[in-house]
């Protein structure tokens, strides 16, 4: 073959997720939730109609859309959902941030944001965070194309919180201010509340972290009539039906089930915050987390590759990432207290080898 059909193909660096490893490990590098779905999940699935199968889904989410929206106490018209937050942020990206003028995001965040930019065209400026990992208000009050902030952050763990948001909003009424809420459901504050006051923003959430539906794929995004608005447009633009029937029924099963949400929460933020408080106690540096993982630091990207490698080795598998301010660090996802046990032990054991 001599012809240059080659020259058009799509040559953008993806993202790179956490492995999924086909043995049995310990689990600890992608954040997911180590309890399994609510019953009502579980009875909803099991219920399925599947002869209803045949037939297209609702176009909007149906009731998972009204069950979200019961949930966070506001009309289903400011509520959207899709096939995981990924295509939701991905989307928003392209509906909100259509100006010539660079977005703005974090140098340590969720390293799908660059991604995006590059596969939809949108130029963005890194405005880097302090050394504690955290953003300075000042450097979002300049002129831009709009704002992305993960907060609670990833991979750092740490919480904004609503007064820094709210400073960044009066500060920024021209452009759309993105927050990738992703981890609020562990976090102390919640920038929901904050889209009645505010029509430039937009917040998006996941059924991957808090929910135990990581494999259903469902996200959502919550703002101002006119954004959710241009969201369905731009999703009748490229894929009118992306919530399918099974994820719709489980999805309002697990929106709905407010206790069962309430007690998984609840637990996995206590075995966080034990967790943090162990690593502290074996030298390493461990911010207070608002999310469901610990970004533990090691000292040296030495020490922390030789942490992930041994880790590994015992089959507990951490994310390490090697790039620049992070790459002497780990995210360690919070499982159940027993896995925890297992991976300090194993700390334990790498600090004894490291001594002698
Ligand atoms: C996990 C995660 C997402 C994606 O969630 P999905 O709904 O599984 O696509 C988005 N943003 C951040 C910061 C995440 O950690």
């Given at each position: 073959m001599s012809g240059d059909w080659k020259k058009g193909l799509y040559e953008g660096e993806p993202y790179v997720s956490g492995e999924q490893p086909t043995r049995p490990v310990i689990k600890l590098n992608t954040n997911e939730n180590p309890y399994p779905p609510s019953p009502n999940v579980i009875r909803a699935i099991r219920d399925l109609d599947t002869d209803s199968l045949r037939l297209y889904p609702k176009q909007d989410g149906g009731n998972l859309r009204v069950a979200l929206a019961a949930h966070y106490g506001i009309s289903k018209e400011n509520v959207f959902v899709g096939n995981g937050s990924d295509e939701v942020l991905a989307l928003a990206f392209r509906t909100c941030f259509g100006t010539d003028a660079p977005i703005l995001f974090a140098d340590v965040t969720y390293s799908f944001y660059p991604v995006w930019c590059a596969f939809l065209g949108i130029s963005y400026e890194i405005v880097p965070l302090n050394e504690n990992f955290f953003p300075a208000a000042e450097d979002y009050k300049r002129p831009n194309g709009g704002i992305v902030l993960c907060d609670p952050n990833?991979?750092?763990?740490i919480g904004m919180g609503n007064d820094f948001l709210r400073e960044i909003l009066e500060a920024n009424q021209d452009s759309i201010v993105l927050v990738d809420a992703a981890y609020a459901d562990f976090a102390e504050e919640d920038a929901v509340p904050l889209t009645a006051k505010y029509a430039n923003l937009l917040v998006t959430g996941t059924f991957s972290k808090s929910r135990s539906l990581a494999g259903l794929r469902i996200g959502f995004a919550i703002g101002s009539l006119e954004i959710i608005h241009a969201l369905m447009a731009a999703k009748d633009s490229f894929n009118s039906y992306p919530v399918g029937r099974a994820a719709i029924v489980a999805g309002e099963a697990a929106a709905s089930d407010e206790e069962y949400f309430r007690m998984t929460t609840e637990r996995i933020k206590r075995t966080r915050d034990e967790t943090g408080e162990r690593l502290r106690a074996l030298g390493f540096d461990a911010p207070k987390s608002q999310t469901n993982f610990i970004f533990a630091g090691c000292g040296t990207p030495q020490r922390a590759r030789a942490l992930f490698e041994y880790l590994r080795s015992q089959d507990i598998y951490v994310r390490y990432f090697d790039m620049p301010r992070v790459n002497d660090r780990l995210r360690i996802s919070i499982g159940r207290p027993e896995e925890m046990d297992a991976l300090i032990s194993e700390v334990e054991v790498f600090l004894e080898n490291e001594r002698s």
């Open positions: 990833a991979p750092t763990s």
